[in-house]
């Protein structure tokens, strides 16, 4: 069957996932911690800084695919993941804020996994699924198929690095706000990835 053939089917499941993820993020825009429950250095911040960076990318990502193909279910995907991450970016931007915490930090992304206790440096791996320059350079200029199917490839990596991101979260954060929206984006991301195994499949 050809990707033109369902696209009924991928809008109608992309429109529960963006369901999912918006009612993630009201559910965890209720009562915010004090600051006193959150530090510099803990996950709950981590989290909030490593996650924005993530996400935009992905938002990058996105734009570049919906600006180089006509095909009405990528389309949609595209613009399901700019609308729900950009807004989950904007939200842990709010809790920075709020905790009265700077958006930028000292240490190396992800030395926040393990919590409190964390070693003071992460691996030097980076956050997991991020795609280097040269990825995305490539990305911008494929055109058609062969932009789909790389962005496919190169945003169910994304979401699997953002699953990872989303477990250690859900592991060591302190706060409900921070464990309510990880547990959002482990469901989203997670049906996403079959979504995006299916759509790539097809296009094979």
Not at 96 to 116: D, I, K, N
Not at 122 to 149: C, I, K, N, Y
């Amino acid at each position: 069957m050809t990707p033109a053939a369902r696209p009924r089917g991928v809008l109608v499941l992309v429109a529960v996932l963006a369901l999912l993820a918006g009612v993630g993020g009201t559910v965890a825009v209720g009562r915010l911690a004090s600051t006193s429950e959150v530090t510099d250095f803990g996950a709950d911040a981590g989290f909030a800084r490593d996650m924005q960076t993530h996400h935009l990318q992905a938002v990058e990502m996105a734009f570049a695919v919906r600006d180089d193909t006509d095909d009405e279910a990528v389309r949609t995907l595209a613009f399901d993941i700019i609308t729900s991450q950009q807004q989950q970016a904007g939200q842990m931007y709010g809790w920075l804020v709020q905790w009265g915490l700077p958006q930028t930090a000292s240490r190396a992304p992800m030395a926040w996994v393990g919590g409190e206790h964390a070693a003071h440096g992460a691996s030097g791996d980076g956050m997991p699924g991020m795609a280097t320059p040269a990825q995305l350079d490539e990305l911008r200029a494929a055109r058609g198929v062969e932009a789909e199917r790389l962005f496919l490839r190169l945003m169910i990596a994304h979401h699997e690095g953002g699953v990872q991101m989303a477990d250690a979260a859900l592991a060591d954060a302190r706060t409900d706000e921070v464990r309510t929206l990880a547990g959002a984006i482990r469901r989203a991301q997670t049906a996403e990835i079959t979504l995006m195994e299916q759509m790539l499949a097809e296009r094979s």
